[in-house]
């Protein structure tokens, strides 16, 4: 951010909250807020500006960073991360891409490429319903995470059940052997 960006966040944070007491001249005080938000990208200071004046009647330095801060990381939860195109065995410049990945969406830029996705679970015939394939799952232990028989599927250590999906893999393929 520039100190000219600054200075314009300092009157819009001037404007929504009088009880801040800025000085009168804002070219000051943002010269003294300028140090404190350099670093940040000027469209989220102003949304996080905004944000905060919604909510509170004092915006601080500090208020304005944690709030970029919880922008950036609800931008990497709404958006799958992709894996990078470089080779995961050269760690170095897989590394370096995951992170220029990371950053780029953090910074509201979109990234072209295929997201990352959980492995597709066996191919079933066509003809059979998500309910058969829980039936017939539920027949059998599962390997995955040890449910006994009549028992549904869990999140191994969690021991929440399984809601997007009858059961594991590795237990519809024990329950159905080609």
Do not use: F
Not at 52 to 76: F, K, N, Q, S, T
Not at 156 to 167: D, E, T, V, Y
């Amino acid at each position: 951010m520039t100190t000219a960006e600054t200075a314009r966040l300092v009157t819009l944070i001037a404007s929504i909250c009088p009880s801040t007491h800025m000085e009168e001249t804002t070219e000051t005080t943002a010269k003294n807020w300028h140090p404190l938000l350099a670093d940040l990208d000027a469209a989220d200071a102003h949304e996080a500006v905004i944000r905060l004046g919604r909510r509170r009647h004092h915006i601080a330095a500090v208020d304005i960073r944690d709030e970029v801060r919880a922008i950036r990381e609800e931008r990497l939860a709404r958006d799958p991360l992709p894996l990078p195109d470089a080779d995961p065995d050269d760690p170095r410049r897989y590394r370096a891409e995951l992170l220029a990945i990371v950053t780029a969406i953090a910074s509201g830029q979109r990234v072209e490429r295929a997201p990352t996705s959980p492995a597709p679970p066996p191919h079933a015939p066509a003809d059979r319903s998500r309910n058969d394939l829980r039936v017939r799952a539920l027949r059998v232990p599962c390997p995955w995470c040890k449910a006994a028989p009549g028992h549904p599927c869990t999140v191994p250590r969690l021991g929440i059940p399984l809601k997007n999906a009858p059961a594991h893999a590795s237990r519809l393929t024990a329950a159905d052997p080609p």
